[in-house]
């Protein structure tokens, strides 16, 4: 193996005790440490202070943060003030805290002002093909600011929340964009959810305004956004909060104004207002640590929790994450699947690549439309040179005949990208091979809404590749795998995945609640964040992620609650209890008998209170559920009845009631 590889190992062996060790002084240190076993050798502080690179807390991410505009410096301390250890006081994470700047200023003006206003920011395909769209940086900036004038003018201040609830329009980056440039706090929701789903993020959040449209074409749906969004504001009068504005863009393609329902006095078309404002818009300069956004995610209760995210720290850890595993030149044009809906449209449609001065290409419609090859041909199309997409789509395009693929050139592809879960060696083989010509290496990004940017990434031009492994930390981010005692395991090993000393991208606290922040992520293991996922370290220091190990699941790359799902069920008047796998045992009233139909309204339930996506694909009638003596829900057995391994259930004999296993066990088909 490469010299880089014997650094990692020897990093694998670093004794716990070594938390001021940051990875780039261990990289640097490593073949001391190798010959030494246990010594560290730090360099002096006379040394440090000049180096070109220092410790991540220190020198590192300051040099990196000099290459935006900042208003006011973070001055002479220490760029991060962070305590993520709960048994020392209250779980705090401050990074240039005291500098102010404004997202949208370094991702916009900053841009046009060394030169690149009239470069293509944004191009936009429409769901049809041959609908399509472009903005420059200059035209992009004038409709940001349009928008920011208006939002102003109706009275949303700094740390005000807008709820944007929109498909993959232009306008949904310019909401964005539009929000952070005068301090509002946006909070996107994902247009697949249901109206329930954005009810409970709106009643949560309480905005003063939200954004939507009347309707979108995906694929050869139309699918009603507006009456949807109707249906939420409705349900949050009456739970007693009203939102005072839903401005409503018309998407004349998949609907016409005239055809819209219509509040009076609640509802602005955008375009009958945004015109009449001016196009520049002064910036409200914020401080590093306010409120950017807040994005809801799935745990492994019921009720969704507001991830929020800062300012200055994330706008310098998703320009650098985006830079750096991507290998981001200026000549590249870059295209993300992801819908800004989720972090990947976050951090990777938007912010980090705007803030680079890149071309994005912001796609409506559905991959599988007009038919299986849509992709390659938008490849093709605008030339594009990174590709970034989940293994769920991959694996789906994978089943089609490779002519989709074949019948387009994709030579202008330079780096393809994956995340969202692990992707099997077989579908990352057929990315490389079948979409990359194996000519492109594949970035494949382990990170989490909570973590802002890329954790756990490959630098596609500096290391070798295994097919599945998201290989090694990003600069400054130590990665530990620990056993169920919190104990730090070294070495080849498999555990559970926490990260020591925090980065700039970190989430700051769940929204209105810091105690279940603390205790979904730093109790666990004290001393560390725990991420929720399972991985291992193979001998040559690759890591491996094996997906969640707490009661969150992962349904076509979504992140879901076990438990949203659940609700949604047994709120179902005939349904009394329902434990979820990715297939669901339902336990009916007593009484009820089992039916096709009652399976069909039971999906229902689901799909109208979180969304169609989250649907269980399976409902298997579950007369009772095994549980322990105490109550608990032996999913173990579960899961293994579900994927028909009868041979492997274990021990079942700690059931409160074993006979529940056999009468599951017949009902398998039923
Ligand atoms: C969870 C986070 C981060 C953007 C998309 C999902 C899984 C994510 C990978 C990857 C293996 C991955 C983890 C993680 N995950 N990327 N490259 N390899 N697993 O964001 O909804 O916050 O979900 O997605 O389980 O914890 P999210």
């Known amino acids: 193996t490469s010299g880089h590889l014997r650094h990692v190992e020897s990093m694998a062996q670093l004794p716990s005790g070594a938390g001021r060790i940051s ?117 992009l900036l004038e409709k940001v600011c349009q928008l920011a004038n208006y939002l102003k003018d109706i009275g949303v201040k700094k740390g005000d929340a807008v709820v944007i609830y929109l498909p993959m329009l232009m306008e949904l980056p310019i909401a964005m964009l539009a929000c952070a440039r005068i301090g509002a706090v946006h909070s996107v929701v994902f247009a697949g959810f249901s109206a329930e789903s954005l009810a409970q993020r709106i009643l949560d959040c309480r905005p003063k305004v939200i954004i939507t449209c009347n309707a979108v074409r995906r694929g050869p749906k139309v699918i009603h956004l507006k009456d949807i969004s109707d249906a939420a504001l409705l349900e949050c009068v009456n739970n007693g909060v009203s939102v005072g504005v839903c401005l409503t863009y018309e998407n004349q393609s998949a609907m016409k104004k005239e055809a819209t329902k219509w ?48 300012t200055g720290g994330y706008m310098v850890y998703t320009a650098t994450t985006f830079k750096y595993a991507f290998d981001y030149k200026p000549s590249d044009i870059y295209w993300c699947t992801a819908d800004c809906g ?112 890329f954790m756990i990434t490959p630098l596609p031009g500096a290391w070798p590749q295994k097919p599945g492994s998201a290989t090694f930390p990003f600069f400054g981010v130590q990665p530990v795998i620990v056993d169920e005692k919190g104990n730090e395991i070294g070495g080849e090993c498999s555990g559970y995945l926490c990260i020591k000393s925090s980065w700039p991208g970190a989430f700051r606290t769940l929204y209105g609640d810091h105690e279940r922040y603390e205790t979904t992520y730093f109790k666990p293991f004290p001393g560390y964040y725990f991420t929720g996922d399972g991985c291992s370290r193979d001998g040559d220091g690759y890591h491996w992620l094996t997906g969640r190990v707490d009661d969150v699941i992962n349904v076509s790359g979504h992140r879901i609650g076990t438990a949203e799902v659940e609700s949604a069920l047994v709120s179902h008047p005939q349904c009394a209890e329902a434990a979820v796998g990715i297939y669901a045992f339902v336990t009916l009233i007593d009484g009820v008998p089992y039916s096709q139909e009652l399976r069909q309204s039971l999906v229902l339930a689901v799909r109208s209170q979180i969304g169609a996506f989250a649907a269980p694909d399976k409902i298997h009638w579950a007369p009772g559920l095994p549980k322990t003596r105490s109550g608990k829900i032996m999913r173990r057995i579960l899961r293994k009845i579900a994927s028909r391994q009868l041979d492997e259930l274990g021990d079942i004999s700690t059931l409160a009631d074993p006979s529940v296993v056999d009468q599951l066990i017949a009902l398998t088909d039923s």
């Open 23 to 139: 990875h780039l002084n261990a990289v640097v240190l490593g073949e001391s440490l190798a010959s030494e076993e246990h010594d560290l050798v730090f360099p002096s502080p006379e040394f440090s202070s000049q180096a070109l690179l220092s410790s991540p807390e220190h020198g590192f991410w300051s040099e990196i943060a000099k290459e935006f505009y900042w208003k006011k410096g973070w001055g002479d301390g220490p760029i991060v003030e962070q305590n993520l250890d709960v048994r020392k006081g209250t779980v705090k994470i401050e990074w240039f805290k005291g500098a102010t700047t404004n997202i949208c200023y370094n991702a916009l003006d900053r841009i046009i002002g060394r030169g690149d206003g009239n470069k293509i920011a944004l191009y936009w395909e429409g769901n049809e093909p041959g609908h399509d769209a472009k903005l420059t940086y200059n035209e």
């Open 263 to 310: 509040v009076e006095g609640r509802d602005i078309w955008w375009q009958d207002v945004t015109p009449k404002y001016p196009t520049t818009c002064a910036v409200e300069w914020v401080d590093a640590e306010d409120s950017l956004f807040l994005l809801y995610t799935s745990g492994s209760t019921g009720k969704p929790k507001g991830v929020l995210h800062t």
């Open 342 to 453: 989720w972090i990947t449209g976050h951090s990777y449609v938007t912010y980090g690549p705007f803030l680079n001065g890149a071309s994005v290409l912001v796609f409506e419609g559905a991959p599988n439309y007009p038919d299986a090859g849509r992709c390659w041909d938008i490849v093709d199309k605008y030339k594009v040179t990174l590709f970034y997409t989940a293994p769920t789509l991959v694996r789906s395009l994978m089943r089609e005949k490779t002519e989709y693929v074949t019948r387009a050139s994709r030579k202008s592809l330079r780096v393809l990208g994956s995340v969202g879960e692990p992707i099997n060696p077989s579908a990352w083989r057929w990315f490389f091979n079948v979409v990359g010509d194996s000519r492109c290496p594949i970035s494949d990004t382990w990170w989490q809404t909570e973590t802002g940017g």
